[in-house]
């Protein structure tokens, strides 16, 4: 098993940074690819972005590029989510995720290739 615990969330104004964390434990030897989602209220939750443990490959979704960036440390076994430039859209839970699956090229994103989840973080993101 692997555990996954989010921190870091909370309320800012469109435009402001924010950078959120996940901690892993556990089984963290089996994960190989790290990454985060959301959701906001009625939608589906959606790919971020992830990044390879390994080499440190990473790729966003179409709605973050150029805007939020994707981090890890390997020694602590923590990846990071620094997301500048929020706007309202912004707004959702945002999960950690881990994966066994790795991709031969670019990242692991569908929802079903990652075997476990965080509780989640709010993320906020004001007028």
């Known amino acids: 098993q692997v555990q996954l615990v989010e921190s870091g969330g909370g309320l800012v104004q469109a435009g402001d940074s924010l950078m959120i964390s996940c901690a892993a434990s556990?089984?963290?030897?089996?994960?190989?690819?790290m990454g985060w989602f959301r959701q906001a209220p009625g939608k589906e939750r959606e790919f971020v972005a992830a990044i390879k443990w390994g080499d440190g490959t990473s790729d966003y979704g179409d709605s973050v590029k150029g805007r939020f960036t994707i981090s890890r440390d390997n020694a602590g076994n923590t990846v990071y989510l620094q997301m500048n430039t929020l706007k309202p859209e912004d707004t959702a839970v945002y999960y950690c995720?881990?994966?066994?699956?790795?991709?031969?090229?670019?990242?692991?994103?569908?929802?079903?290739?990652?075997?476990?989840w965080g509780q989640g973080t709010q993320v906020t993101v004001s007028l």
């Open positions: 995720a881990a994966s066994s699956a790795e991709a031969l090229i670019g990242v692991v994103t569908r929802r079903n290739t990652y075997d476990y």
């Open positions: 556990g089984r963290t030897f089996s994960v190989a690819t």
